[in-house]
């Protein structure tokens, strides 16, 4: 099916178009004769259909369509990956561009299907950066943020998956994420992200495009899940302090006249410690009065995050002290809990201490295995030439499940291999399928597993990273390391809980 949208004839002002009669229209005084006399181009869809523009407007909105237009001996080329409605906005704009467009080129379907207006002005703006019709950007770009800003301003219906959809495209057919465009979507995904970060959309998009899960970490508001501690509170970064207890550091309870005291489950979530023979690290506490008084023994930096024992929770601790090779296999320790659950729990397992020679990779894993009403088995693993001569672990364990509560474990093996380090590593964890919360989860993160180069400081850092809009959903994380150090791979427990599930469970107000 052939479509001419405009003639060579001055006769033939009257022909037959996608959606308006061209003689009803005053010719652009741009248009001069030699323009409008140029011989037709005829452009080719992937469906078939054909359309036709003079060959002098087209070849003179951008270098690249001269390019086209000179290059095609016969007159007219296949316009791959752009569809009908695409191509007819953009042939009326390359004819009424400077002219009021009285018959709602662009405006009218908006009433009809918001969400496919919105589709294409993205689609627009992707051909014109397509063959660098920045003009035709500038307009096209303008179309989105003004419809963007209308539906804001009146309320009007624009679904989350609309918004996926423009922003999957132009991701998908942009150059890069610093485009206008993209940029300027995300950062309206990023506002509604409470709203769409539980859609299988949403999740397709990140999982399609990793990079896309560090534009929204940065455009969010970044905040603790549950508390966390850190000796840079009590010492200036750098100030070394070997085996020396770096504190108090006052923890105020929920119910300080509640007795016996809580647990508190400690998982480290970062170190900057360098090595001078063995890297040694291990955090704890203890209780002194109403207060706990985590001590560290660190040489540079690290932060751990803390959690009170419930009713509903298992919680305990085991210290591995003797070496642990590839080659002697893994540890695998049995593990009770103190008071059996009436069916099957489920388990989470964190590290809270470390030591290992300097001389390979810091590779350690551990993992919940063998897991029953009674207990579980701890399985602690090392692999290569590394040799682990101390390891201290953190378990969680809960009543499977107990609504209001769900945990497990994410890593940078969702983003890239082993073999290919990075420093920043970012993700998107939902909860969809796993539990469901009425309001923001408290979300308590720890490391399980890592593998960093031992040339280098040990420099690992992570936390979970929020929206400022509740978001009951899921949950962003990243995993950094800096300057010179190599961080290969790295895995992290989760155990997120409704607030409200019971007030020791939700950890205290660091003073």
């Not at 009809?112 to 689609?123: D, F, H, Q, R, V």
């Not at 551990?366 to 590394?386: D, H, M």
């Not at 597993?449 to 992570?462: G, M, S, V, W």
Request: aromatic share 12%.
């Amino acid at each position: 099916m052939e479509q001419k949208l405009a003639s060579t004839s001055e006769d033939e002002k009257a022909s037959s178009t996608s959606g308006y009669n061209t003689a009803a229209m005053t010719a652009p005084t741009s248009l001069n004769r030699n323009v409008l006399q140029s011989p037709l181009f005829k452009i080719i869809l992937d469906d078939g259909s054909a359309y036709y523009i003079h060959k002098e407007l087209l070849a003179g909105l951008s270098p690249k369509w001269r390019q086209h237009t000179d290059n095609q001996v016969a007159g007219e080329m296949l316009l791959r990956e752009v569809d009908t409605a695409t191509l007819q906005k953009f042939l009326q704009w390359a004819y009424l561009k400077e002219h009021t467009i009285t018959c709602n080129l662009f405006t009218s379907d908006e009433f009809e299907e918001p969400g496919s207006s919105l589709l294409i002005y993205t689609k627009l703006y992707v051909l014109a950066d397509r063959f660098s019709v920045q003009e035709f950007k500038t307009f096209s770009f303008g179309k989105v943020k003004g419809f963007l800003k209308k539906r804001q301003a009146d309320k009007t219906n624009l679904t989350p998956t609309m918004v996926l959809a423009a922003a999957r495209y132009a991701i998908g057919n942009l150059p890069n994420l610093n485009e206008d465009l993209a940029d300027y979507l995300l950062q309206y995904v990023a506002s509604m992200l409470s709203s769409i970060s539980h859609l299988p959309e949403f999740a397709s998009l990140i999982r399609e495009y990793p990079d896309v899960a560090i534009v929204l970490l940065r455009l969010t508001q970044e905040t603790p899940a549950t508390p966390r501690l850190s000796t840079v509170n009590i010492k200036a970064w750098g100030q070394c302090n070997p085996k020396i207890p770096a504190g108090p550091i006052y923890w105020t309870r929920p119910n300080q006249t509640q007795l016996p005291l809580p647990f508190l489950a400690f998982a480290l979530t970062g170190i900057d410690a360098s090595p001078i023979n063995d890297l040694y690290f291990y955090a704890s506490y203890q209780w002194v009065e109403k207060y706990a008084n985590p001590i560290y023994n660190t040489i540079l930096d690290s932060g751990t995050t803390v959690i009170h024992d419930h009713p509903v929770l298992r919680t305990g601790t085991y210290n591995m002290m003797e070496s642990l090779t590839e080659a002697g296999g893994p540890k695998l320790i049995p593990i009770q809990f103190p008071q059996q659950f009436d069916k099957n729990a489920k388990v989470v397992v964190f590290i809270n201490g470390l030591h290992f020679g300097d001389s390979h990779n810091w590779r350690v894993s551990t993992e919940a295995i063998n897991v029953s009403e009674k207990g579980f088995t701890l399985k602690l693993r090392t692999w290569a030439q590394t040799v682990v001569l101390g390891l201290g672990v953190t378990w969680v364990a809960y009543l499977e499940g107990t609504p209001g509560i769900t945990s497990g474990v994410v890593n940078t093996g969702q983003l890239r291999p082993s073999d290919c380090p990075q420093k920043f590593n970012a993700w998107y964890k939902s909860f969809v399928g796993e539990t469901v919360f009425e309001s923001t989860p408290s979300i308590f993160l720890g490391l399980h597993a890592f593998d960093l180069e031992a040339d280098a400081t040990f420099r690992l850092q992570t936390e979970v990273i929020k929206s400022s809009e509740a978001n009951q959903y899921g949950f962003m994380w990243r995993a950094i390391t800096w300057c010179d150090t190599k961080l290969y791979s790295t895995g992290m427990a989760y155990l997120a809980f409704d607030p409200n599930l019971g007030k020791d469970l939700s950890a205290g107000t660091p003073v």
